[in-house]
């Protein structure tokens, strides 16, 4: 299996524009997890889908962020507009478990530049 | 609140055990400890997990003291590549998968 895969790797944007990150999950997941790593906050948990549908999204910063999962192999994290205080390192995870054994696939992380 | 305590960063010789603790003093009945280490530039990668009981896997073995307030995270022959951060969760099983990952350990493996 590839993993779960994460594109772009690198994004570099100005302030203002609109960012779509997207992640495709491991196949036969259920879960799918948003995570943001910043220096000051480290990681922290956006958001995450239950087959396909979103359960928590107490994590989302602000009504500029929103995360769809049309299908079970595809997500997308959109920021709109992008602002300056958005840089980080934005990681996709994926679990095959419902409930016990939180045991996360991680991607590789977008790297998010805004200007 | 922070559900679990790390010292910030830690060395090891390489070839040598590295042993990370973890204190979770607060810890409920219904709660697992996790560990996931995150190299740099990578996404973090799960080790290994228990309950209560000691627990071997592959890549570490994690030993968790009766009264389950601490434990302790052992890479039994530390290699450079083990090298990073690395973290102690608690998290109920009944949580959704929701992990909470703070500061970690940063382990520097030297030559």
């Known amino acids: 299996d590839a993993g779960v895969i994460q594109s772009p790797r690198h994004e570099v944007t100005e302030m203002g524009q609109e960012v779509t990150l997207r992640c495709k999950p491991i196949?036969?997941?259920?879960?799918l997890f948003w995570y943001r790593q910043t220096m000051m906050r480290g990681l922290e948990l956006l958001i995450y889908?239950?087959?396909?549908?979103?359960?928590?999204d107490s994590g989302m910063p602000e009504d500029r962020f929103s995360a769809k999962m049309p299908n079970a192999s595809f997500s997308t994290l959109k920021i709109q507009p992008s602002e300056p205080r958005d840089s980080a390192v934005y990681f996709c995870?994926?679990?095959?478990?419902?409930?016990?054994?939180?045991?996360?696939?991680f991607g590789s992380g977008t790297q998010l530049s805004v200007l | 609140d922070a559900k679990t305590t790390q010292p910030p960063s830690m060395d090891c010789a390489e070839g040598r055990a590295a042993n990370l603790p973890c204190n979770h003093s607060?810890?409920?009945?219904?709660?697992?400890v996790y560990w996931y280490r995150q190299i740099h530039s990578q996404g973090p990668q799960y080790i290994i997990h228990?309950?209560?009981n000691n627990e071997t896997n592959e890549m570490a073995s994690l030993i968790i003291t009766e009264d389950r307030k601490s434990s302790t995270l052992i890479l039994p022959h530390a290699t450079l590549r083990d090298t990073a951060v690395y973290y102690c969760?608690?998290?109920?099983?009944?949580?959704?998968?929701?992990?909470?990952f703070g500061g970690g350990t940063r382990l520097m493996v030297k030559p």
């Open positions: 995870a994926s679990s095959p478990y419902t409930g016990l054994s939180e045991k996360l696939f």
């Open positions: 196949s036969g997941h259920d879960y």
């Open positions: 889908f239950n087959n396909n549908v979103p359960i928590d």
């Open positions: 607060t810890i409920s009945g219904n709660e697992y």
């Open positions: 228990g309950l209560k």
């Open positions: 969760i608690v998290s109920a099983e009944d949580a959704g998968n929701m992990l909470t």
